[in-house]
């Protein structure tokens, strides 16, 4: 395989300004988390990112896409209280998610939609903060011991608290499935900033301002209960200190950071001060608490991450005090927001800043684990190419641009300006909206690009007469029924004769292109759309305390097509994977398919889908559908056709097609399966070859897998799979070895990987970087491929941040193959994006060391 490494995509990863988890800490809570956990992380471009903790695996499910001059500045999380079913049973009340951004406005997300859902605005300034109400617990009578219902006319949803920029504090009411405004409470002197806000309890509010004060308040009366003052702040600096964070522990202790790098300590009761501590270089920005307690950790503009623990006092001394444990600097700039999740089995705290990258820390067992680093590039690739055109298409945010890579080695004399890349089209999106997905098709000639609300097709021709290969991209006239209600997935058939969207609902309709004529004429999209109808399946319940997230577990990640565009298969995030196969109408009675045709009533046969140009799309293994993966579907890819196999099938398209039909699909828990589309039952490969069988190198990889190339030829069937920090390579060719196999060989696996090294040690001494964008890695591959001839699988982490990789030319067929030296290998461009190749901020405190 011929590798170009490609760094002149542009993605900016977008600063963190918000995380929340969907539940709150619990010591008491047994196991190892609730099913329906979700981190929510919110960035500078308005998108939220879902993440899926996954017991350690961190899965990033889905996306909700921001807008132009949008940002996400705090989101939280509240849960209904629950309903009685018709048998008496408890329905469990659903999570909602809130989130705010330089605006008067909170926003409530449609998790299962991907977009807006409501927005709450009033007469009161711009919204700095926003927390939700502590959530109901029954408590125990003294006497018996039993646990006491609600008062009556009790709340025992959450309400919402918004501090605003003209120092009010808005109660906004969540019940009845709507957001309403309840309450303003404004202290009687001047207008500071609220910038920042908790709850002590469910009916206090303690609310830190930018006067070196810290107000609590009733939420039930809008009674002002105490203004605690900070005082002056540091000599040299201003006046008033700017408190930007307030937490509470279990005990009603508020901890406040300010902006001299203070952390303080106040007494619950009398709002006394209890201690401070100043081990901040620059503003602390944020607080989290323990569950329990016990600990505090706070992170503050010069980098740092400070934990404090609380050393019992000495004999005569009930209270004790609290010291810095450690500090280290798990960020390059400032630390800015935290989010806590602790049960009996884990407890683990997320940071994030304007280095874009979320960063998991062990809270209980602070400075005994290892900390994480998530990926600040999409888990999704925004990246497609056109092979045949050597065309790589990425976008960000509302902008498209596509670049043309040429074939390498090239000298000067061939390329006069030295360049082997060139960007030959750009689009920019109209409207506010961030473009949730875009697709080129395998020829090069259509792009197709959603956002949350609209469908947009476009024509892709080469200029005449441009002698540097210039686009001319032209927009397509579609039928309003595929344009209105915006798409989370599209992508277009390798025939170009099918553009697929799956809406925001997860809903999924197939529109056929109609190519054009000549090369002057455009190509048509037609009116008719075909709904495909997925096979029905039991939902999952969850426990009334765990919540519900609705139909969001069937939101569908991944849509693709079989090389032929005979079959087309879905994955969502329950493990479900549907699949649909192209058929002649012909093929059935002809008195059936013009009934199907001329009727317009429903059919209740779900196999009447419509007929388009002659053909008509039908569910595969529809009485028996593909069993439910254990985990989300991380990509679905069709096996392409060995070049080999080619040759036996001149027979017939029937056997093509059969041959086809092998999807192989990867979970979220790294778990390689392989279906057969057609009749819902798993391969043989994938008989042979159970999660057990799989290397434990590969079963050990933190970060989740991307997307996959297939690499075929006469002599082996190889799949590439990468995440954005490695690149693994297993040849279907030869099966896994069993673990009692594994055991036995061990010696002579470990041979084999010093020989490995040395390999890849020699080539990587023979390649030289050009211009930031390195020539062909035959070398370093034909290395592996000479040490290692039948090796099994390969892995490497010698790239940088991955954000994609895609092939640059189609796989030769035997005779094409004879006619080059490389035998028909595959040629991909690797596509990195370090951070370090990112444009960040200046630092607050440069000079810390």
């Not at 918004?162 to 002197?189: E, Q, Y």
């Not at 087309?568 to 012909?586: T, Y």
């Amino acid at each position: 395989m011929d590798i170009h490494r490609c760094r002149f995509v542009p993605y900016n990863p977008q600063a963190i300004n918000a995380l929340a988890f969907s539940h709150p800490p619990s010591a008491e809570l047994a196991g190892r988390g609730v099913p329906t956990l979700r981190l929510a992380v919110g960035r500078a471009n308005g998108d939220i990112e879902i993440w899926n903790p996954l017991r350690g695996a961190w899965f990033q499910e889905t996306v909700l896409r921001g807008g132009k001059d949008r940002s996400i500045e705090g989101l939280t999380w509240t849960l209904d209280p629950p309903e009685s079913g018709p048998d008496g049973s408890k329905i469990p009340g659903r999570l909602r998610l809130f989130s705010i951004g330089y605006s008067t406005a909170v926003t409530e997300w449609d998790i299962e939609q991907g977009c807006p859902l409501r927005h709450s605005s009033g007469n009161y300034g711009e919204i700095w903060c926003i927390a939700a109400q502590p959530r109901w617990r029954p408590t125990k009578r003294g006497k018996d011991g039993k646990w006491l219902p609600p008062a009556e006319g009790e709340y025992t949803g959450q309400h919402l608290a918004a501090g605003c920029a003209d120092g009010s504090i808005v109660i906004l009411s969540t019940a009845d499935n709507d957001v309403r405004f309840l309450r303003l409470m404004r202290p009687s002197t001047k207008r500071a900033r609220v910038l920042s806000v908790t709850f002590q309890d469910r009916h206090t509010i303690v609310a830190g301002y930018a006067d070196s004060s810290i107000r609590l308040f009733d939420i039930r009366n809008g009674q002002l209960l105490r203004t605690i003052s900070l005082g002056k702040g540091p000599t040299g600096g201003t006046k008033e200190l700017l408190v930007w964070s307030v937490k509470c522990l279990p005990d009603g202790t508020i901890v406040s950071g300010d902006s001299a790098g203070e952390v303080r300590f106040w007494d619950g009761k009398n709002y006394s001060l209890i201690q401070r501590l100043n081990c901040h270089l620059a503003d602390t920005l944020d607080i989290a608490v323990s569950a329990n307690g016990d600990t505090v950790v706070s992170g503050g503009a010069d980098q740092r991450t400070v934990v404090y623990r609380k050393k019992a006092g000495e004999k005569g001394d009930k209270k004790g005090r609290w010291v810095e444990v450690m500090h280290r600097r798990y960020h390059t700039h400032d630390v800015k927001t935290f989010a806590v999740y602790e049960t009996k089995d884990i407890s683990v705290i997320v940071s994030g800043g304007p280095d874009a990258s979320p960063i998991v820390l062990p809270l209980r067992e602070f400075g005994k684990e290892h900390h994480r680093k998530l990926s600040s590039l999409p888990q999704i690739p925004q990246l497609a190419s056109s092979p045949s055109s050597r065309l790589v298409m990425s976008f960000w945010d509302r902008e498209i641009s596509i670049w043309r890579l040429f074939r390498g080695p090239m000298s000067l004399q061939e390329n006069l300006d030295g360049q082997r890349h060139r960007l030959v089209g750009k689009v920019l999106i109209q409207g506010e909206e961030n473009i949730t997905s875009a697709m080129l098709s395998s020829d090069g000639k259509i792009l197709v690009v959603a956002t949350i609300s609209s469908v947009k097709v476009f024509s892709v021709r080469r200029r005449k007469s441009d002698e540097k290969g210039t686009l001319r991209i032209q927009k397509l006239d579609i039928p309003s029924t595929l344009a209105n209600d915006g798409a989370r997935v599209v992508t277009v058939s390798p025939d170009s004769r099918w553009i697929c969207v799956v809406r925001p609902n997860s809903a999924t309709y197939l529109a056929r292109i109609k190519p054009a004529s000549s090369p002057q004429e455009k190509s048509q999209v037609l009116t008719q759309l075909v709904k495909l109808n997925r096979a029905t399946r039991h939902a999952r319940y969850e426990k009334a305390s765990h919540g519900t997230l609705g139909d969001y577990e069937k939101t569908i990640r991944c849509a693709v097509f079989s090389e032929n565009s005979k079959i087309f298969a879905v994955g969502d995030l329950s493990g479900c994977v549907d699949a649909w196969s192209l058929e002649k109408a012909e093929s059935k009675t002809l008195a059936k398919a013009n009934a199907a045709e001329d009727s317009d009533e429903d059919s209740d046969d779900e196999d009447e889908q419509p007929v388009v140009e002659g053909e008509r799309w039908t569910l595969t293994a529809a009485e028996s559908p593909i069993p439910r993966l254990r985990s989300g579907v991380l990509l679905l890819s069709f096996r392409p056709l060995n070049p080999a196999g080619k040759k036996l099938l001149a027979d017939g398209a029937d056997q093509d097609s059969k041959v086809e039909s092998r999807l192989m699909a990867l979970t979220s828990e790294h778990q390689l399966v392989e279906v057969d589309a057609l009749d819902g039952k798993l391969s043989d490969w994938s008989r042979r070859n159970p999660k057990a069988f799989l290397p434990a190198e590969f079963r050990g990889v933190k970060d989740r897998a991307m997307g996959c190339v297939w690499d075929l030829n006469e002599a082996r069937e190889r799949l590439w799979l990468y995440g954005t920090s490695w690149l693994w390579m297993f040849d279907l060719n030869q099966d896994f070895p069993s673990p009692e196999e594994l055991s036995a060989s061990a010696d002579t696996h470990d041979d084999g990987q010093e020989s490995m090294q040395a390999a890849k040690k020699s080539s990587s001494q023979k390649r030289k970087p050009v211009n930031g964008d390195t020539p062909s890695q035959k070398q370093l591959m034909q290395a592996a491929d000479n040490s290692h001839s039948a090796r099994r699988w390969w892995h490497t982490y010698k790239y940088r941040d991955i954000l994609g990789i895609v092939p640059l030319n189609c796989q030769a067929t035997d005779e094409e193959s004879q006619e080059h030296e490389d035998g028909g290998n595959l040629e991909v461009a690797v596509v990195e994006r370090p951070m370090w190749d990112v444009e960040l901020p200046g630092r607050y405190v440069r000079d810390y060391e």
